[in-house]
């Protein structure tokens, strides 16, 4: 993602161009990116995130929950004045697994029509996980033959799994759509602090990605497999390892963060109860109750793919959308960035 200034040689301001507006609304959070087109890439204008917890409640009732919907609303609203007041033109706003799964979802997002004007594009798993993954190429690395994204959702995890056909031919790929993400999983098993907890959360866990038909990594290959991480979970957990007082985009998206040290942290972690895991700047009380479920997912969707290093992305479906806005697609220009 590029972060240009607005002014020219002598100071003076750039012509403004055509704002695009891309709204994702996922099980646990609302996250708006409102950006202007650049010559590679695109420059932030505004940008907005609220933990809305709009799934809270959805793995027991099999709907969404009255405070829930007006918490995430009050979030929409915020969102749908800051699209305006930027005003962006080119806008697609998109929801994900709580809507997908929710009996009322399809009210829901007639309610939120009607109190805020935006209009909410009901995601299926595949066009969440191709999303994801067009949001992400730009950290593929330029020689990956197989790449694995694993994007760990509030109300699933999405996996999309892509093989190089040829250098001219690009990628093929598969998605996967595991039913269990940070928010259901926690209300099924608590916050993992203790260790009967996490093991129940890996063995569900397990038992999904064994049920997935997921292709397994042979013996000797993992090395051959390029693995991206997207969410929260991935990022705190790489902005913990950096040691980070403060969460920093710059210093997260991209690095790249062997498992061994990310087992590290989450053992760090899981020793410790909410209020000390709250205590991280990187977490905080929003998240304290649901990073360790995060944890349990990457634990094993890693034993299946046993790969030595994770890149960490903190980019997904909205820079995704942005991307096919501006005519991208999975061959675009792959970047560098350091270890960690």
Known sequence: MKNHRTTGAGGRRRPERERLAALDLGTNNCRLLVVEPEDRGFRVVRSFSRITRLGEGLAASGRLEEAAMM??????SVCARLIAGTGAKRVRCVATEACRRAANGRVFVERVREATGLSLEILDHDEEA????????????RDAERVL???????????????????????RGRAYSLPVGVVTLSES????ADERAYRQMM????????????PPSANGDAHTIQMLGTSGTVTTLAAI???????????????????????????RL???????????????????DLVMAGCAILEAVH?????????????????????????????????????A
């Open 71 to 76: 918490r995430t609303i009050a979030a929409l």
């Open 130 to 141: 191709r999303l994801a993954m067009l949001g992400c190429a730009p950290l593929v690395e």
């Open 149 to 171: 994204l694993l994007d760990i959702g509030g109300g699933s995890t999405e996996i999309f799994w892509l093989e190089r056909r040829s250098r001219a031919a690009g990628f």
């Open 189 to 192: 098993c608590g916050d993992g």
């Open 203 to 214: 063995a569900i866990v397990g038992r999904l990605v064994e049920a997935s038909g997921m």
């Open 241 to 267: 390892h950096l040691g980070l007082r403060r969460y920093d985009r710059r210093r997260v998206d991209g690095v790249r963060v062997s498992f061994a040290a990310l087992s590290e942290v989450a053992e």
């Open 270 to 288: 899981r020793r410790l109860d909410r209020a000390g895991r709250a205590a991280y700047p990187c977490i905080g009380r929003g998240r304290a």
């Open 303 to 339: 034993r299946r793919w046993p790969v030595e290093r994770l890149r960490v992305a903190d980019r997904g479906v909205r820079e995704g959308i942005l991307a096919e806005m501006l005519g991208q697609d999975l061959d675009l220009a792959l970047s560098d960035a350091p270890v």
